[in-house]
């Protein structure tokens, strides 16, 4: 039975709100927090099925709770319950891929949300003895989007694949990097494959068409296998037309569209376009990214440094010289970092001043290792970004984390 987290911090609310829902059937059971860190605790025990949350708690509010479920449990369904549905909040949830209902709360309504979600989300399809190439190649003829969790028997390791569309964008094994990552276990034999549904995504992180990493993961497999007994592949034809039908297309996902790479035009237009006119496009690229946060209630400004503390952009309102921010925030960022290094804890990576007028924050998007400067084909800089003192704290988090994503993709 799928195990439903219902978080609010209205204790009689959330009694009445599952007496209601028991009502409609048994297919669910229920558990309580009455806060965003309670919620957290329960979620790390595992098991939960789909979320449903308030936004305004105590301690730890929805927003927050939203951000770090999405970022710890990506595939967990979000559902949000408020009384202050806008077209901010509608936005930042469509991103997410998050349904939201408005109080006061329908149990029809939210029953069907539960279900809708359990049923999209909580379908998977597991093969065993099949090879991964020839799946591979099907998802790509059908172009399904999905993702492939895929243990290796023989490794004993558990790698991801997935797909927009047939396109393979993204693979994670370790600390591996995406390409190497998908090389890693396209060359695995003997793997047991589970399907599941893809949530939409943002920024396509493998460029090599898939075929040629195939091409490469075989001839690194045969180079691994030389001298061992060949294994004879083993091809369930059933089960793979059982696992296609559980891949449920989504209708709201956004992939970046990008041309197969090809080598000698891109060197070719590297050396005859003026490297003015790349910084241009890039700088206008981001420059549309910040307007995006005109439509933010509160909105001050924000502005894009370099880890010395170079602007690389702004965007402000009512002549904020945001500019003048960046050494400071940048050496706030470092006291940061230094602090939580000592404490023996991750990487600080966001500062949020607040004053009796405005909210201030800085975020360092370090994907390399070097703190003090950008690695080689890594994004590495620092974001300000200030608003009014009653903005709401949570969706200016997420809509930060959001365009600090964004940005990477155009500054690596």
């Known amino acids: 039975m799928m195990k439903v987290l219902i978080v609010d911090d209205d204790e009689v609310f959330l009694e009445s709100l599952i007496d209601g829902l028991e009502q409609n059937t048994d297919n669910f059971s229920y558990r309580v927090a009455y806060n965003g860190r309670q919620a957290l605790e329960i979620l790390q025990e595992g098991n939960i099925g789909v979320m449903v949350t308030d936004l305004k708690m105590p301690r730890m509010d929805g927003f927050d709770l939203i951000a770090r479920a999405v970022k710890e449990f990506p595939e967990l369904p979000c559902i949000v319950m408020t009384a202050y549905g806008t077209q901010d909040i509608e936005r930042a949830f469509d991103d997410y891929s998050i349904s939201y209902i408005e109080k006061p709360i329908e149990i029809d309504e939210l029953y069907r949300l539960i279900g809708k979600a359990a049923d999209s989300w909580g379908r998977e399809g597991k093969l065993r003895g099949v090879t991964l190439s020839s799946f591979l190649q099907l998802i790509e003829m059908e172009q399904k989007t999905c993702r492939l969790d895929i243990h290796s028997s023989i490794w004993g390791d558990t790698g991801v694949l997935r797909f927009a569309r047939g396109k ?47 091409m490469e993961a075989l001839r690194l497999a ?24 559980l891949i449920e297309e989504s209708d709201e996902l956004t992939v970046e569209s990008e041309p197969e790479p090809n080598p000698a035009a891109e060197i070719e237009k590297e050396m005859s376009a003026p490297k003015f006119d790349l910084e241009e496009e890039v ?24 880890p010395a503390g170079e602007l690389m952009g702004k965007h402000a309102t009512g002549g904020l010289e945001i500019d003048k921010f960046g050494v400071d925030v940048n050496s706030l960022l470092y006291d940061a970092q230094k602090l939580t290094k000592e404490i023996g804890i991750s990487a600080g990576h966001l500062v949020h001043v607040e004053s009796d007028d405005a909210h201030l924050f800085g975020l360092c998007m370090n994907e390399g290792t070097d703190p003090l400067k950008k690695d080689p084909g890594k994004a590495h800089f620092h974001v300000v970004l200030m608003i009014d003192h009653d903005s709401p704290i949570g969706m200016v988090k997420m809509r930060l984390e959001s365009f600090a994503q964004k940005s990477a993709d155009i500054l690596r």
């Open 168 to 214: 393979l964008f993204d693979a994670t094994l370790g600390k591996l990097k995406p390409d190497e990552a998908a090389l890693k276990i396209m060359s695995w034999e003997d793997v047991t494959i589970t399907v599941k549904k893809q949530r939409p995504v943002f920024k396509r992180r493998i460029k090599t068409p898939m075929m040629e990493l195939q």
């Open 222 to 245: 045969d180079e691994e296998n030389r001298g061992k007994a060949p294994t004879k592949p083993v091809l369930e034809a059933d089960s793979l037309s059982k696992a296609l039908e």
């Open 283 to 306: 700088m206008a690229s981001l420059k549309d990214l910040m307007a995006e946060f005109n439509n933010l209630d509160g909105f001050h400004g924000i502005a894009v440094f370099t």
